[in-house]
């Protein structure tokens, strides 16, 4: 009787897809939404608690409330998965982030929160107005907006160093492409968005 062969080992398109799978849950908009609003909220001011108990406050609102929102819609069948995946799931879950960011925008505004983190939850009501707009014809890569916003509001908060994390662009976008949840125009589309708000509305308003 032979001996029963080894398995053979993973093979590439197997390893880039679960890297590829990390990758997304890793850059998964909530995650950078959360760590970005609590990191823009420490340093406005100086590293200090009080800044970080408005980037805390701000983070509520611009991603937690949505997100919660998303896993119960998970959890009662009306939503495929965490990402959204299917298009035409897309407009009630956005629709809803954006009541709520514009609800936190309102409620730090009035309490008198530091002017970043006032731009960078005005930057994410502008974006999400678009891509509720865009989202009833087209599935843009959000993964990718938040991404290219995420990039260019660190390198606008914390110095042209920043600039080291562009390359996280290109592995966002390789993910999306490679688990075939968007084409390459939509991940284009999707970093040309982030970049653009992040650079009209964030950089002026803070």
Do not use: N
């Not at 993973?10 to 970005?36: C, H, I, K, N, Q």
């Not at 611009?62 to 998970?74: K, Q, R």
């Amino acid at each position: 009787m032979e001996p029963q062969s080894r398995p053979a080992a993973a093979s590439p398109p197997g390893r880039a897809l679960r890297l590829a799978r990390f990758v997304t849950e890793l850059t998964a908009p909530a995650v950078l939404v959360s760590a970005l609003t609590v990191a823009v909220g420490w340093h406005s001011a100086r590293g200090g608690a009080h800044g970080l108990a408005w980037g805390l406050l701000a983070t509520l609102f611009v991603s937690g409330i949505p997100f919660a929102y998303i896993l119960g819609g998970v959890r009662r069948g009306r939503l495929t998965d965490h990402h959204v995946g299917v298009r035409e799931q897309r407009r009630v879950p956005l629709l809803f982030g954006l009541c709520s960011v514009a609800a936190g925008l309102a409620l730090l505004a009035v309490l008198g929160a530091p002017r970043p983190v006032l731009a960078l939850a005005a930057a994410g009501l502008v974006g999400l107005v678009v891509a509720v707009a865009v989202s009833h014809w087209w599935k843009m890569s959000i993964h990718s907006a938040v991404a290219a916003g995420t990039v260019v509001v660190l390198v606008f908060t914390f110095g042209a160093g920043l600039l080291a994390t562009a390359p996280l662009l290109a592995l966002v976008g390789w993910s999306r492409v490679r688990l075939r949840d968007h084409t390459v125009p939509q991940v284009v589309a999707g970093l040309a968005l982030g970049a653009l708000v992040a650079a009209l509305v964030f950089a002026p308003l803070r």
